[in-house]
C-alpha cells in the first residue's frame, strides 16, 4: 500500500514566521558600534594611504640629484631640478598633511570670488599645480641638446605624475563616506 506524500505550502522566505533565517535587526549601540568599527578601520587604512604615497614623491626627488650634481652649461637645468624636487616635496606634504576634503561637485558662488581668503595649504596646492605645469611645459619646449640631456627633461615631468596620483589617492580616499552609512541607521530599540 502507497503512503500518502505529505505537500508543504510554498513560502517566500520573508514570509516565514522564524527568525533563524531572517536578518537580526541591530540596536542603536550595536549600529553605532559597528560604525565605529568602520570609521576605525577606514582611518587607518587612510593613514597607511598617506604615509606610503607619500613616500614615494620623497624617494623620486633622487632622479633630480644628476642634475644638481653634474656641472651643466646651461643655468636652467639646476634651476629646474630644484623645482622639481620642491614640487615632489610638497605633493608629499600634501598627501601627508593635508586633511581630506569632500570635493564638491558643483561651483559655489563662494569658489568663485576671487576675494575669497585662501589659506597657506591652498596656496600651497595652487603653487604646486604651477610649478608641475611649468616643468611639463619647460619639457615639451626646451631643445634637445645632446642625447643626456634628453634623458634628464624626461624627468621634468614626474612632479605632475605625482601630483595627479597623489590628486586621484586622495579622491578614492575620500570616497568612502561615512556619514552617509550614519544617514541609514535605523530605530530599533533592543529590549
Given at each position: ?7 508543504k505550502?510554498?513560502?517566500?522566505p520573508?514570509d ?6 531572517g ?8 549600529q ?8 576605525t578601520q ?12 607619500a ?25 629646474l ?9 610638497t ?16 561651483f559655489t558662488?563662494?569658489?568663485?570670488k ?5 589659506s ?14 611649468l616643468?611639463?611645459?619647460s ?5 634637445r ?25 586622495r ?5 568612502v ?13 533592543g529590549?
Amino acid at each position: 500500500m502507497a503512503t500518502p506524500r505529505l505537500r508543504k505550502a510554498f513560502r517566500y522566505p520573508d514570509d516565514s514566521d522564524d527568525d533563524e533565517h531572517g536578518r537580526a535587526e541591530l540596536d542603536d549601540e550595536e549600529q553605532e558600534s559597528v560604525l565605529d568599527q568602520l570609521r576605525t578601520q577606514i582611518d587607518r587604512r587612510n593613514a597607511e594611504y598617506s604615509n606610503m604615497f607619500a613616500i614615494v614623491p620623497l624617494l623620486s626627488t633622487i632622479i633630480f640629484a644628476p642634475q644638481l650634481l653634474a656641472g651643466s652649461s646651461r643655468a636652467l637645468e639646476p634651476l629646474l631640478a630644484l623645482l622639481g624636487i620642491a614640487s615632489l616635496i610638497t605633493t608629499a606634504y600634501i598627501m601627508k598633511y593635508m586633511p581630506l576634503r569632500k570635493i564638491d561637485s558643483r561651483f559655489t558662488q563662494a569658489a568663485l570670488k576671487p576675494e575669497a581668503p585662501r589659506s597657506i595649504p591652498d596656496s600651497l596646492l595652487l603653487a604646486n599645480i604651477i610649478v608641475s605645469g611649468l616643468l611639463t611645459v619647460s619639457y615639451i619646449f626646451l631643445p634637445r641638446v645632446e642625447s643626456s640631456l634628453s634623458h634628464r627633461q624626461v624627468t621634468y615631468v614626474v612632479p605632475g605624475v605625482m601630483l595627479v596620483i597623489v590628486f586621484v589617492v586622495r579622491r578614492l580616499m575620500v570616497s568612502v563616506n561615512i556619514e552617509e552609512l550614519e544617514k541609514l541607521r535605523y530605530d530599533y530599540k533592543g529590549a
